[in-house]
Every structure is written in C-alpha cells, then in structure tokens.
C-alpha cells in the first residue's frame, strides 16, 4: 500500500497504460507541460509520437482519434476543461459511438477520453463547471465517474481495455484527496458499483464528488444507519448492487452533480422506481444541481450545487 | 477535352487504361441500377447518385497502393467502389440486406471495408476528413509509409473540421491528400454564394499547403496530379490539397425531383452542356480508340461484363433475405455482457 493522492493515481495510471498497451497513445492540449497536473514526465518517458500537444481544434483532433482507433489504436484523449466534450459532440455522437453498430461489428472505436470535471471547481462560472455525462449516458456513451485513489486506478485500466468509447470524468473536488492504494493495481471492471459505507435504514445512490458528501452526512447523522453506493460506472449500470441496497433498507436517495432534468440521477431513480417498487417504504428522493447554469459568484454556486444539509434533508425526508 | 486526352494516352500502359475505363463504367452502372432499384421501391433509404464524377474517384483511386486508405461521403459509391469494394455487397446494402456490406445497417451513405482500406462513408458533411488524418497519425506512430485520401464535396469546405484537420496535417506533415470534389451545388446552394474568397484550392494554402485545381472529368489529369501528390506526401513532404471540378447530372439525392419538380437551382442547358461536352466516360472511351490503344471491340465487351455483373448484382440484393428486427442490438457495443445492456426498449 501506499499513501496516494487522487491526481497522482491518474499520474501512475497513463504511465501504467502506455506501458501496457503498446498501441495507446495521450493527445489533449498541453498534456506534455501537464497542465492539469496528470500528464507529468509522459512525454519524457513515451516520446511526442504517443503523447501529443494538438492545437485548440476540439472536433478536428477526436476525429483523428476516431481515425486512429480505424487504425487499431487505442487514443485517450485528455480534455482541459469540462464543457470541451460539447465542441466535440459529432465525432462523439455520430462518428465514435455509432460506428461500431453502423457497420455491424467491422470496427472497434477504443477511444478513452477523460475530463477533469466539476459540480464546481470554484467560481470558474457556467461554461467551465458541468457534468457532461447525461447527454453522454443519453447517446449510449460508456461513462465512467471514479471516486478515489484506488477506483482511478482500476478504471481507468479498465476504460482503456475496453474495446468501445469510454469516458471517464475526474470530478474536480476529489482530487486533492488521498488514500491508501494497493501496490498492484487493482482489477475494477466496468459496470460495478461499489459500496462505499453500509446502512441499513436508507441507500443514498452518491455520484462524484457526492459520494464524499453522502459519507460525511451518514457519519454525522444520529440514529439512521445510512448506505452509501457508488455506482462508479454510470453506463452500463450496476443495477443489481443498487437494486439489492434498496430491498435491503427500503428507501433511497440519489445524489448527483449534474443537471436534474433527465440526469443521471433521474435515470437511476426510475430504474429504482420500476425495479424496486414493492421494497419501498417510501418515495424515491433526488438531490442534484438545480437546473440553471452554475454562476461565477459565489453564494449563488453554493446555492445551486449539492451539498451535505440537503443531502440531509433528503434522508430525514424519507426516513421517518 | 477528346483531343487532349488522346496526347495523355501516349504509350500509357494498357491494362491500365482499360482498367480505368471499365471503373468508371461499372460506377455509372452501379448508380444507373441503383437508381432503378429506388423508383422500384426496393430500397429504403436514400441514396446519392455519383453520376458524372466517376474520373475523380478512378483517377484518385488508381493512383493509391491497396495499403493506402480513403474516407470517403455520403456520395461514396464511386469512391469504395473504385477502391476495390464488393459489388454485390454494395448492392445488397442498398437493399438493407444480410449481405450488403455492413449486413443492412449502413445503407448508401455509410458503406466501408477496413481491410480495404476504405474508413467509411459518411452522412455528415466533413466528418471522414479526420479520420484519414488520424489514420496517417497512427501510421506515423508505426514509422510506415502509407497515404491517405480524403474526399469530400465543396460543401465541406467551409466546415470547421475540414479545416482543423487541414491544420493538423499540415503542422505534423501528415500524409494526407485533400480531394475537394466541386461539383458547384451543396443540395441547391452554389458554390459562388456559399465560398468566400478567390478559390477553393486558397483554403488548402492558407495551411501552406500544396494546392491546385484541375478538371475532374479528365481521369488522366486526376490519376497524374493525385499521383504526383502522393509521391510528394509519401516523401514526407506533408498534406496535398486538389480541387476537382466536376458535376453531378442527378439530383442531390434520389427523393429530390419529386420534391422540387416544379423548381429547380440549375438550368438545363447547364446540365446538358456537362452530359454532352464533358462526360468523362464518354470522351474517354472516344479517345481510347482515337488513339488506337483499345479498339472499340474491347470496350464493348467490358460494357457487356459490366451489365451482366451488376444485373447479377440486383438479383442477389433483390432476392436476398432481410436480416431479422431482432439482431437491431447486436454490435452496439464490444462487451454486451453487462446485465440489462443496452437498454431494452420495455422493461
């Protein structure tokens, strides 16, 4: 084991997938200075040729991703900031995710992209602070939300074996924290949840960087036992880890970071609300970012996001 | 154009020349019947018909090594079909059957065959223009020394993406050939009122690129300039930009006269003067037996070839079956092991 941080897990994690998978390669804007801290000595270690500055040109270099993946590579492509996924929405949309079932199997599209993403990183206002993963999830893009040092590290492994387009978010606010990691890297597969805390009076589904606040408010809370699950992989999802912590305690909350109108907290809580129904002692709660454009002041993004006293509220809202 | 052609012909080798010609006739033919197919009611989708523009896409793709790799758009057929693509498979796709090349999934606009080298068709405009590019980044990842051609309509070029990528090839010296087929229309809209600027071939060099416009009806002009221009990319000289001017007879696709029957972008006389004076089938099968190289025996007997494969071609497409409702989930993803993925429409 060793005390890690959640950016240096990333770190460890590009250096581990470059050396095993010979036909990967790094492109982002400014990955070899590492701007985002993530990238650090890749290009000393892998050359220009498998980390690659491109110029500001979101759509024109996930094309050349798409190609390179035509190819047989396996690029990942680093995004800066969150909302660059939007610039690039086509060759996502139309070219990465489709291609595979458009010409029935003839090609694998491994693309992996990654995104340092934000509830908020802090007054960096409405067109640096979102969670792109629903219009994602929406298009049938595979996405992947680790939430700590060990979780980064496996997933991120996994997102790169994986033979579809794979994007897997950083959430901003976690990546400060440390843990201790296991030596080997750990085999965390896609689609598997994970339970961060056990309960037995409510299931809060946490996404992000909620998966934190859900377990700070679950410690502080007297007298409810709370559960707290991570779905860690947002499509495919673990329905059944989630469905088998709601049988269990009979109400649920789900957290998230992102928009509320047909967010991935909306889809979760339906599928709890269709699978789950007759365990449920009362109804599904959810608790996401309200649905207006995060504000560069501060009082206002605080008043807009998540956070732990309403996270509360929700659990003491079902809980009688 | 005839005249000119004969003095290209010079001592060229033969099998080339007939190959040439029997390319862009089994193109024409391809559409012709295709085109049958869709007033016959046996294919679902639309299709863009690529007549009058079959020298671009045999004298681009007579030119490459099988190695080397095209993207090609939605007015692909000439262009996979050039580079070694099965016909019967074409066909069958186009009649969304089991044997069609992408077994009924694609239809006409999104044909491809890796193993040719061919990344795709494309439904939108633009978009296969990165993914030659980052084809020639993954050869340059490997060190080897294939070429890659993009082709798209005049209407790409004033797509964002065209130009990123344009960008792109040019700072990484990528060998990628830009084939910017004009054929003056996007849909109804003509090149001179959506194109800012002198030229189309401008854009290619305000990236420093070599650029340069030439005839796209003559096959010899376009097989000799994008011959040149893949010596010059395989060297390790960069990117190569080459504008064909072209037309296409037909409609921008195959439901459009019925929708603007009684109001058309182009004149007649328009369409007539490119048919009669510079069809490119026409003038050179003309000068192929002007210049005594193939006598006109030769290329009737092609001609009849040609018939008689694409007849076969119709049946198989007509009388194939159609693969099952059922298989629409399979290949959405690599691992569809996960439970309740993809999502069913019910549950």
Redesign the interface.
Known sequence: MSDTSYVGAIVESYHEVLAEFPEA?VMGEDVRLALMGTTHDLVDEYGE??V?D??I?E???????????????R?IVEHQINTMSYLAM??LA??AQR??????????I?ITITIPSAGAPGSASAQHSDYTYPVLMHL?V?VVVPTTPTDVKGLLHSAVA???PVVVYWPAKLQSTREEVPEETPEIP??EADVKREGDDVTVVAVGETVRMARSVADDLDGVSVEVVDPRTL??????TIFESVEKTGRAVVVDGGYRTCGAAAEIASRIS??AFWSLDAPVKRVTRADVPISYSPPEEEYTLPDEETISRAISDVVP | MEKQLVSQIGDRDEDLLVEMYRQMKQIREFEIAAGELVRAGEIPGPIHPYIGQEAIAVGTCTALDDEDIIGSTHRGHGHVLAKGADLDGMMAELTAREAGLNRGRGGSMHMVDFSLGIFGCNAIVGASVPHVAGGMLSGRIDGDDRVGVSFFGEGAINQGVVHETMNMAAIWDLPVIFVCENNKYAVSTDVEYAAAGDSLASRGEAYGIESRTITGQNVLTVHETISEAVDDARAGEGPQFVECETYRYKGHFSGEEAILSDRSYRSDEEIRDWKENRDPIETFGEALVESGRVDAETLREIDDEIDEEVSSAVDLATESDLPSGDRAPENAYADQEYPAFPAPKYR
């Open positions: 390669f040729d498998r690659v491109v110029p040109s759509q024109g270099f996930h094309g050349l991703a798409v190609g390179a993946a035509m190819d047989g590579k690029p086509d060759q139309n070219n291609l595979r079932h458009m010409t029935d199997g003839q090609v694998s491994p049938g595979k994986e033979d579809d896609l689609g499509l495919p999802l673990d329905e059944q269709n699978e």
